[in-house]
C-alpha cells in the first residue's frame, strides 16, 4: 500500500519540545517497512526551505531547552527516499520558489499532483 502524507499544520510545535508528530510518524512508518511520499502544503511548505532549527522561546519563566528541529526531521526523511514534495503554487503565495528549497525536494504542478494522486492507494490529510 502506497500512501501519501499531506502535512498542511506547521510550526504546531513552537512552544513543544518535540519535533513535527506527522515528519516523525512517517519517518517510523517507512522504517518500518512503509510506502509513504509526503505533500508539504499551507504554511507547511515553509518546513522546505528552512535551514534552521526553531528558536529557543521564553514565556514568562519558562524557557524551551529543545525546540524542534525540522530541517533535521526533513533531512532524515530524504535520507530514507522518502519523496517530498511542494507546490509550485504553493511556493509563490508565500513568495518563495524552487530555487529556495532544500536539496532533494521536489517542486510539482497541479498536473502532476494529480498523477500522484492516482499512484497512491491512499492520502492521509494532517
Keep these: 500500500m502506497k500512501i ?7 510550526f ?4 513543544e519540545e518535540q519535533d513535527d508528530t506527522i515528519l516523525w510518524l512517517t519517518q517510523s512508518m517507512a522504517g518500518a517497512g512503509a510506502n509513504v511520499e509526503v505533500l508539504l502544503s499551507g504554511n507547511a511548505v515553509y518546513y522546505a526551505v528552512m535551514k ?4 529557543v522561546i521564553k514565556i514568562g519563566d519558562w524557557v ?9 526531521d526533513i533531512d532524515r526523511m ?3 527516499n ?15 520558489n524552487a530555487s ?3 536539496p532533494s525536494i521536489k517542486s510539482i504542478n497541479q498536473v502532476q499532483l ?3 494522486y492516482h499512484q497512491v492507494d491512499q492520502v492521509w490529510q494532517w
Design 4 to 10: 501519501l502524507q499531506i502535512v498542511e499544520q506547521a
Design 82 to 96: 522518502i519523496p517530498v514534495y511542494v507546490l509550485n503554487s504553493e511556493l509563490e503565495e508565500r513568495g518563495l
Design 100 to 102: 529556495m528549497l532544500r
Design 114 to 116: 494529480v498523477d500522484i
Design 52 to 55: 534552521n532549527r526553531q528558536p
Design 78 to 80: 530524504l535520507a530514507q
Design 12 to 15: 504546531r510545535t513552537l512552544v
Design 64 to 72: 524551551q531547552q529543545e525546540p524542534a528541529d525540522i530541517p533535521s
